[in-house]
């Protein structure tokens, strides 16, 4: 139990008034962008720097007081909850931009920075931070280091962890450790792999060191119509087996368009049972050619029409339609459930069918948008809390669309990550004895389970 | 199974908080529009600031939600949260799901109000500055005369020099620092109430002229006139009309908001007008908000839903009609700060900046975090001058480091703030006085 | 023992003493050699030897068994030659699972009829295999454009020293469920586990590929260039720097007139025929613009060059290779370092560079060296100027008689705590590859 000794510790640390114990402030602290499960912490601290963290994780660890690390609260899948009461060690104010390198197109930034802000700053000397979640707008970078977050361009670009060269850890025991560097290559295991999409379970990252790229020459993007899901859903696939790598491939149905259209009248296409969005870049030689192939593609699977993005202004509007489309659900519905189960690309003809007839089963609204490229799903199920009834069908259609990704031979989470509200379908993924694998490496790193407890595989 | 029983659980918990779910005053369809998502965070001033959960929209709407459910009970802490947000809407602006917080953050204030225990002296300043003040053009115009009087005659220096004022509250001292310099009241009637275009009269229009606009910057008052008659505007200045209620619906005053919006409803509708301009913004989405103001009135729901429609900002009523473009040189690196009021309250983001690119010599600069509110939000910079200070050097410090001669705005408490902050002879503007100056030839 | 080996292998699997030779590690002799022909099989083996205390190393073709330190035992060489099977091939969605004994050669040529192939390209990858490539992490000019193996990997099956089988990751391309337990085991070498089944994404063949050689005066010059090239929007797939001297070890006929003493550069690009050629086009504007002396743009016998760049382990047989990683603006300092270092002639450098990559390869031919102690010395100076630069340092390759003296991963060690950790939670009897690798690891 966390008493007015230790706090007054924490606050010696931290300094006072950045030490949360009023009740009514923790409220806010009791759940994140999953707000199904709510669990208050005993206390929020926010450290300015490593040192901070390494001497409240002391002071915690000592008295085996359980701690989380938070950001800005956008995860998915009940990250950050504080499962088991205790500390949540809140980031927000180590938001420096610490180093940037474009020599070896590097930063090092701390874990408090918006993800977008890093991109924002070093994109007039041509460079950019590639993954790019929906929330990057504010989703801090130490989170998306945590979720292995993805986002729309990770198609081309890969996921978080295909940008992270190293990282600064402060271990639940206190001791602050630093794994790879700026060089790629390091003698020894590769712990900054190992950290990066661990959830805050083995450690709390206190300094990150990303990669970042240079901006391409050009862009092209199309947004192709289509009647019908499937026809989307196969040219989708097609266009991953004709060789052609997108930098991005994503697929809006028609109950998000109507969302969408109502936030930001973009003027979508009427009666349009499905959009592809399709955004190749790079040199802008040879990308003609590519287009057309596109384009080909497209019509060949009947698309009523594919539009191009006629300049920059056209483009970031579709983009910013796009990343915020779960926020916009709000328009239409109350509350929704969205999980993130990926299946290899040839399958999403199959599994759109079967969250089709899932919504008619259990009579429910299901949105989808969705990275097709990389066949990973966001179905996002909708319904009002207040009917427990149809929470309990919505909990229910959920899980089963999972359930069927994982047996179409898919995983149950693509970027969002396990956390608290997908730790109970871990096993349909992973034997005993793989659990029982992962559990050896929180052992190794949290033997007394006071780091983010209750989480991934607890 | 395990994801079965995980599931049911959760179930649960949620049916349990129904049962204690209780409705407050607070609109809970609305609170319930929040899906948590987050998007809003960073473009909440205070959470830019100080990164904490609940001074964002996010976080104040969950308190609003909780205290609505009855599992919080008010606090000095949930005051302090409710009250430190500026209401800039700049969650609104980014919010997709289309949350009306500024709804909300009213409405909640209005319930905590009787709940916070007031000094007798501060009660007794709140309700003469709400209540007798403001609503009344006489006692503005005496006040104004006193301050007129307090800077002309060297009151003010003596004052300063002796920190009068911070003996006796330490608001009132900071509230003194942003006085700017005041006109002489009686300019003011300059404006006459009838106006008319020295050419054909393309549009009639009525002036909202602003109860604080028309003593302090009286100026911008005559330049907004002056534009007007330039693009064929019969412009009529109703006398009796009254201050447009803002500073009451900030203030948890909802109800003198009424009367004095009633009051503007029955003053200019009788008037035959193609347009009711105003050029403050704070005072714009106030008038343009009315019905939703008046929403239980049966007898002014629709007349004010009449006389919303026809309310446009300058700039945006300026841009619509196509704007007179004999303008003559002005040249001046120009930055532009996106007034809240403006860009998030009414959406006009494009329309100043499409006016100021048409003057002829004139460089319009874009500054980094433009539309971040610059610490003014209506009396905030008064009420909770440490956050409002901050905003400001933000916000200085991104107009500063352009280089820029010039900041221009189209809100008065902008102005006020931004005047207050600007330091290597930066000169701040309206949007309307420099396409005036444009006219006039008048280089500076 | 040799019995219980033979009821889980069948004789046949068994390798006999005679070919003892072939199968050295390190010089050292192994008391057994099997050749399991299934998971299943290699299972059981573990068990036994985490039973039987048998010190067990992984081997999968050989060509990089002499990377790390010198095991400290070998009970028992485990060839996963016979785990060579494609397990699942998706071409339509770009994935593949194989048995990590496949040849990359095999594997690569399986793949390019459906037009695709897995984007790296290690020494010897007529030989090695995927498996040995993933645990020493081995990669060659390409990781520049593609990437790493760690980039590639999406799952894998691992046999534990105690002989239970686990699974890490999932069969697609994009995956969060979990912790990533496949980077712990990419370039563990072998110390962790049995790397037998591996899941990959992988990439269409490009239409074109091409690249061009460059004849510099100086490093500076160099360094110029590719500053411009970093600026530019082009997109090499490699760009490798070559030393005078490192040109000199060429066989002849591949980089005519070498008589002065050139820096050289090959860079390479692939995609599009068009977009190919107009980065060459732009590789002629760039490398006139930074005082090139000479050009071959497209190179013809650039795939000859590229090969040996990729196999230059062969031309420098008996020699002492450092591997060097250092961030870019550091590159000419550490050249400059190492070329001033105080051995009067004694040793010859020759340098090749990912650069890019900030890889640097100094290489030093032993031949004709009789002076143990000098090695030494020279070991260390190199591993200072590294270290001393913020760089990373080991040792590639080294004579035995040297490595018996040094540490191939330098002599201090990061995080060398964590990481017994590690060890000792997966192979608590140290019975995996033990001593090979960092920290005694």
């Known amino acids: 139990m966390l008493n007015n000794k230790i706090i007054k510790k924490l606050e010696s640390v931290v300094g006072r008034e950045y030490v949360i114990t009023d009740d009514n402030e923790l409220i806010v602290y009791e759940c994140d962008g999953f707000t199904k499960e709510k669990h208050k912490p005993e206390a929020v601290v926010f450290p300015a720097d490593t040192e901070e963290v390494s001497e409240a994780v002391k002071i915690l660890y000592n008295e085996k007081i359980p701690f989380t690390a938070r950001g800005a609260g956008t995860g998915l899948s009940g990250g950050c909850l504080a499962v088991y009461g205790g500390v949540i060690i809140c980031l927000t104010r180590m938001n420096k931009i610490i180093d940037i390198d474009f020599w070896n197109r590097t930063a090092v930034v701390e874990p408090g920075v918006i993800n977008l802000l890093i991109s924002e700053k070093i994109s007039k000397n041509g460079y950019l931070f590639a993954p790019d979640p929906s929330s990057q707008q504010v989703s801090t970078i130490g989170g998306n280091v945590a979720a292995n977050a993805g986002g729309p361009h990770t198609l081309k670009y890969g996921s978080t962890i295909n940008h992270i060269l190293g990282v600064e850890v402060v271990l639940p025991d206190g001791t602050i450790e630093q794994f790879g560097g700026k060089i790629e290559d390091t003698n020894g295991f590769d712990i900054t792999g190992l950290m990066i999409g661990s959830e805050g379970t083995l450690g709390i990252i206190t300094k990150i060191i990303i990669k970042i790229i240079h901006l391409p020459e050009g862009y092209e993007t199309f947004l192709a119509v289509f009647e019908t899901m499937d026809d989307a859903t196969s040219t989708c696939s097609e266009i991953i087996s004709s060789g052609i790598i997108p930098t991005a491939m994503e697929i809006i149905d028609d109950v998000m368009i109507n969302a969408l259209e109502k936030a930001f009248k973009f003027e979508f296409p009427k009666n349009a049972k499905a959009v592809v969005v399709i955004e190749i870049d790079g040199i802008k030689k040879g990308m003609a050619r590519i287009g057309e192939k596109i384009t080909n593609i497209c019509t060949a699977n009947n698309a009523r029409e594919v539009k191009t993005a006629k300049n920059d202004e056209e483009r970031d509007l579709l983009w910013l339609v796009r990343k915020n489309a779960f926020g916009a659900i709000g328009r239409i519905a109350t509350n929704y459930f969205t999980n993130d189960a990926t299946v290899p690309r040839t399958k999403l003809p199959e599994m759109l069918k079967f969250i089709n007839e899932i919504g008619i089963k259990y009579s429910l609204t299901i949105a989808n948008t969705f990275h097709a490229g990389d066949g990973n799903l966001h179905p996002a199920v909708m319904y009002d809390e207040t009917d427990t009834d149809q929470v309990e069908r919505a909990f229910r259609a959920s899980e089963e669309i999972m359930k069927k990704c994982v047996e179409s031979g898919g995983t149950i989470s693509g970027e969002h990550g396990i956390g608290f509200y997908k730790k109970g379908f871990m096993h349909w993924i992973f034997s005993e004895e793989d659990l029982k694998f992962m559990k050896n490496i929180k052992k190794i790193f949290d033997p007394d389970r006071l780091c983010n407890p209750g989480k991934i595989i607890e | ?444 | 023992m040799k019995k219980e080996l033979i009821d889980i292998v069948g004789e046949s699997n068994l390798i006999d003493d005679e070919r003892l030779d072939d199968y050295l590690v390190d010089g050292k002799n192994s008391k057994f050699r099997v050749i399991p022909e299934n998971i299943g099989q290699i299972s059981e083996i573990m068990k036994l030897a985490f039973r039987e205390n048998l010190k067990v190393v992984p081997y999968g073709s050989g060509t990089k068994i002499n990377i790390g330190n010198i095991p400290s035992r070998v009970d028992l060489l485990l060839s996963l030659s016979k785990l060579n099977k494609i397990l699942e091939f998706n071409p339509d969605d770009l994935t593949v699972s194989v048995e990590t004994g496949i040849k990359v050669s095999d594997f690569n040529r399986f793949l390019s009829e459906k037009g695709l192939f897995l984007p790296v390209d290690p020494p010897f990858a007529d030989k090695c295999t995927i498996g040995g490539i993933t645990a020493v992490d081995s990669n060659g000019p390409m990781r520049l454009k593609f990437g790493k193996i760690k980039d590639m990997v999406t799952a894998m099956k691992i046999i534990l020293s105690d002989g239970s089988i686990v699974k890490t990751g999932a069969r697609v391309v994009k995956n969060a469920s979990g912790y990533n337990i496949s980077r712990l085991y990419i370039g563990s070498m072998g110390t962790i586990g049995i790397i037998a089944e591996i899941s990959l994404k992988l990439h269409p063949f490009p239409e074109s590929e091409k690249n061009a050689l460059l004849f510099f005066n100086d490093i500076s010059d160099f360094i110029n260039f590719c500053e411009s090239v970093r600026d530019s929007f082009l997109i090499p797939s490699y760009l490798e720097y070559l030393s005078p001297s490192f040109v000199r070890f060429l066989p002849k006929g591949i980089v005519e007139n070498f008589v002065k003493n050139y820096h050289l550069s090959l860079i390479g690009f692939d995609g599009f025929s068009e977009t190919v050629d107009w980065q060459l086009e732009q590789i002629k504007v760039l490398s006139k613009k930074n005082n090139c002396q000479k050009t071959f743009i497209p190179f013809d016998a650039g795939n000859s060059l590229l090969s040996h760049i990729r196999n230059f382990y062969l031309l420098f047989a008996d020699s002492l290779i450092f591997k060097v990683s250092v961030v870019i603006p550091e590159f000419k300092n550490v050249l400059h370092k190492i070329k001033s270092l105080p051995f009067e002639n004694k040793f010859q450098e020759a340098v090749l560079s990912h650069f890019g990559s900030g890889i640097i390869y100094v290489i030093y031919p032993l031949d004709n060296i009789n002076d143990d102690n000098k090695v030494i010395e020279l070991i260390n100076m190199v591993e200072d100027i590294a270290i001393d630069s913020g760089g990373n340092f080991m040792i590639e390759d080294i004579p035995l008689k040297f490595k018996e003296k040094v540490s191939v991963w330098g002599r201090k060690n990061k995080n060398s705590k964590i990481m017994k950790r590690i060890k000792e939670q997966f192979d608590p009897n140290n019975i995996l590859n033990p001593g090979r690798f960092v920290g005694g690891i």
């Open chain 2, 1 to 444: 199974m395990v994801g079965q029983t995980f599931l049911s659980d959760q179930v649960k918990v949620l049916s349990e908080n129904q049962k204690i779910m209780n409705k407050g005053e607070i609109n809970y369809d609305l609170i319930l529009g929040c899906i948590h998502c987050g998007l809003c965070l960073n473009n909440c001033p205070t959470y830019i600031e100080l990164g904490l959960e609940m001074d964002s929209p996010r976080g104040r709407i969950y308190l609003m939600r909780a205290l609505s459910e009855n599992r919080i009970n008010p606090s000095e802490s949930l005051f302090r949260h409710i009250d430190l947000c500026l209401e800039c809407r700049a969650c609104e602006t980014a919010c997709p799901s289309g949350v009306k917080y500024a709804r909300l953050i009213e409405e909640t204030r209005e319930i905590l109000e009787p709940q916070k225990k007031y000094g007798s002296f501060k009660k007794f300043l709140k309700s003469l500055v709400y209540e007798k003040i403001i609503p009344s053009q006489k006692r503005l115009l005496a006040l104004f005369w006193f301050l007129w009087f307090y800077k002309k005659f060297g009151i003010q220096w003596i004052v300063r020099k002796l920190k009068i004022l911070k003996l006796i509250s330490k608001r009132l001292y900071e509230a003194e620092i942003l006085l700017p310099d005041i006109p002489r009241p009686s300019k003011r009637k300059l404006i006459r109430e009838l106006m008319k275009p020295t050419r054909k009269r393309r549009y009639r229009v009525g002036f909202f002229k602003g109860c604080i606009m028309e003593f302090m910057f009286i100026d911008i008052n005559i330049a907004t006139v002056n534009v007007l008659l330039k693009n064929g505007c019969e412009v009529i200045t109703p006398e009796n009309q009254v201050c447009c209620g803002a500073l009451h619906i900030h203030g948890a005053k909802t109800n003198i908001a009424k009367e004095l919006a009633k009051k503007n409803i029955e003053t200019f509708e009788k008037l035959n007008l193609d347009a009711i301009v105003a050029n403050t913004a704070g005072c714009s989405v106030v008038l343009k908000e009315y019905p939703e103001l008046l929403k239980d009135e049966i007898d002014y729901y629709v007349r004010a839903e009449i006389f919303s429609s026809k309310v446009k900002d300058i700039s945006e009523f300026l841009y619509e009609i196509q704007i007179n473009d004999k303008f003559s040189e002005v040249s001046m690196r120009v930055a532009y700060h996106d007034s809240c009021h403006l860009a998030h309250g009414q959406g006009i983001i494009k329309e100043p900046r499409e006016l100021l690119k048409m003057i002829p010599g004139l460089e319009l600069i874009e500054i980094s975090e433009s539309d971040l509110c610059c610490g003014s939000a209506g009396i905030y910079n008064i009420i909770h001058p440490e956050m409002a200070k901050r905003l400001l050097k933000r916000k200085m410090d991104n107009i500063h480091s352009t280089g820029a001669e010039a900041v221009v705005c189209g809100n008065t408490g902008c102005i006020i703030q931004l005047l207050k902050g600007a330091q290597n002879n930066l000169k701040v503007f309206h949007t309307v006085e420099l396409i005036d100056m444009a006219y006039k030839n008048n280089k500076i």
